[in-house]
């Protein structure tokens, strides 16, 4: 773990240290104490920016959430046949997965324990909805499989998808997050797509 240096201590740096340790601890299991020892400042410079660490942990959640709805009103997420605008949010979520790898990581984790948790995981049931409502509409098309149950498919989809925080590390040596996304793709609507 790096330890961000008193003089370069910005807000977002705290920000950036907590997701670090909350992904490495777990969220429990990380105290004010551990964060304070990571960025390398007193616990009172943490409580001077934010009340504690479920602040830190919902601007964590919420820099993963607003990525993941940005894209829901993106014009290529809004306009067109369904089965297009889904293949546009799958390869979307995958790059905002990589560019956010840590935050989404940590929005992945979240169980419901705190308030802020339990507020995370609906606003990601809500966003999993949306892409199932996507999926319909593409299957009411007739642009998907139509022997395919909807709810199963989504969770395939989004169990791929949502793998890629296990594997993918940023390193510059394997694919790029274009790659990824294009791969992704290709999987899921060349199995999803109707033949023809």
Do not use: C
């Not at 369904?82 to 979307?92: C, F, G, N, T």
């Not at 790059?95 to 790898?101: K, P, R």
């Not at 324990?113 to 995981?121: D, I, K, P, S």
């Not at 790029?176 to 033949?195: H, I, K, S």
């Amino acid at each position: 773990m790096t330890t961000a240096k008193r003089d370069t201590y910005t807000p977002e740096t705290l920000l950036s240290v907590a997701v670090q340790v909350f992904n490495e601890r777990g969220y429990d299991g990380t105290s004010m104490e551990h964060l304070s020892k990571a960025a390398g400042i007193s616990k009172s410079s943490i409580y001077h920016h934010v009340t504690g660490k479920e602040e830190l942990l919902r601007r964590a959640v919420s820099r993963a959430l607003d990525g993941l709805f940005a894209i829901l009103d993106e014009e290529p997420a809004r306009v067109g046949r369904a089965a297009e605008r889904l293949e546009y949010v799958v390869r979307r979520m995958v790059e905002v997965l990589i560019a956010e790898l840590p935050y989404v990581t940590l929005l992945l984790r979240v169980r419901g324990n705190t308030g802020t948790e339990r507020w995370a995981l609906e606003r990601r049931r809500d966003f999993d909805h949306r892409v199932a409502e996507l999926l319909k509409a593409a299957a009411a098309d007739g642009d998907v499989r139509g022997d395919v149950e909807v709810r199963l498919a989504t969770r395939l989809v989004f169990g791929m998808v949502n793998s890629i925080v296990e594997w993918y590390r940023p390193d510059g040596r394997g694919m790029n997050e274009r790659e990824v996304a294009d791969t992704v793709a290709q999987l899921v609507f060349g199995g999803l797509r109707r033949p023809g």
